[in-house]
């Protein structure tokens, strides 16, 4: 029987000695003050307060997608926001699976194309549901039809104003699905080396799951990128909130469109609830208000006004004659 290998001291010396050192080519740029090379197309074009705010709208978005999804697919629905990302273009295009359903949108006034990857396993469940049946499990060695290409350019299509709704907060977007694609290749919306960021959504049908993502190419922000601070879009909102409770025109603006119901009242009749229960289609109540009497118009069961009852245009109409004031209210 062998006997294990125990090291002496100064062996264990020399290799505490070794991790406690700096590695040779460490210890060498040190000494020479050598320069690593920057590579510039790695660079992070998009700031962490534009990422900030991505969370904030496409969490919005994953909520208001998932609603509008549960009732397209008649199924429950659960839409979580994974991740947000920011790589090269070619990265992100070398990630994907083939076949692919890339939806290729526009989203004024952001500048170019974005894309919309579904995986095929997403795909398949809904074209499954809306068929009404599950997803199969090989689904994603098949390729696409026109008709299954139309159904998912349709639910896209349909939740395009989600996508709108997700953005109102800090500007108005127009998004319009432009076409679909199966080919990457078909779908290089910018060059491989713009940076872009790709939003992920984890989603759930019933008991399937997949991922959605989006991709947002860095060029199409850049119109947009000062409203892309969550900064500066609390602290206008929090000023158009004071500007607004102070200012007694734009209150008395938004009043005048508020709907109230407004009503016409003959002078009131009594009857016994024998003759109310003994009437007839064709019987006539006879009322104490003579024909030449003016009206009682109420606004939300307050008497406001005096009226005619006369025509106009073929319907009946009411011409205001008087108006009622406060103190003849209380009189009342």
């Known amino acids: 029987m062998e006997l294990p290998d125990i090291l002496s001291q100064a062996e264990i010396s020399e290799l505490l000695g070794a991790l406690e050192s700096p590695e040779p080519e460490a210890a060498e740029e040190a000494r020479t003050g050598a320069v690593k090379a920057y590579d510039f197309r790695s660079a992070d074009k998009f700031p962490k307060e534009q990422m900030r705010t991505f969370n904030i709208i496409f969490t919005a978005f994953a909520q208001l997608f998932a609603n509008r999804l549960s009732s397209i697919l008649r199924a429950s629905v659960d839409c979580e926001l994974a991740a947000v990302e920011e790589c090269s273009f070619a990265e992100f295009s070398n990630s994907l699976p083939s076949p692919v359903i890339l ?7 952001m500048v170019g194309s974005q894309l919309i990857k579904i995986t095929p396993d997403v795909a ?3 074209i499954s549901r809306l068929f009404g049946g599950v997803s199969s499990g090989d689904a994603d060695a098949k390729q696409f039809t026109e008709i299954e290409l139309a159904l998912l350019e349709r639910v896209l299509r349909g939740s395009a104003s989600v996508f709108n709704e997700a953005w109102e907060k800090v500007l108005r977007m127009n ?7 199966t080919s990457p290749q078909f779908a290089q919306i910018v060059s491989m080396n713009e940076p872009v960021a790709v939003v992920d959504f984890a989603l759930k049908v019933g008991g399937e ?10 060029t199409s922000i850049e119109p947009i990128a000062k409203q892309l601070n969550t900064r500066l879009w609390y602290s206008s909102s929090a000023q158009d909130d004071v500007s607004t409770s102070r200012n007694p025109e734009v209150i008395s603006r938004k009043l005048s469109y508020a709907p109230v119901p407004i009503s016409a009242y003959f002078d009131s009749t009594n009857a016994t609830v024998s003759d109310i229960l003994n009437l007839c289609v064709g019987d006539v109540i006879q009322l104490n208000h003579k024909s030449g009497d003016p009206v009682t118009v109420k606004v ?7 009226a005619q009852v006369g025509a ?5 109409a009411l011409q205001i004659t008087e108006i009622i004031k406060e103190d003849e209210n209380e009189r009342e």
């Open 103 to 109: 939806a290729v949108y526009k989203a004024p006034p």
């Open 124 to 126: 398949y469940i809904f």
């Open 175 to 181: 998004m319009q699905i432009e076409r679909m694609e």
């Open 209 to 218: 799951s997949g991922v959605i993502s989006l991709c947002v190419p860095h």
């Open 300 to 306: 939300s069961h307050i008497p406001k006004f005096k």
């Open 312 to 316: 106009r245009k073929s319907k009946r």
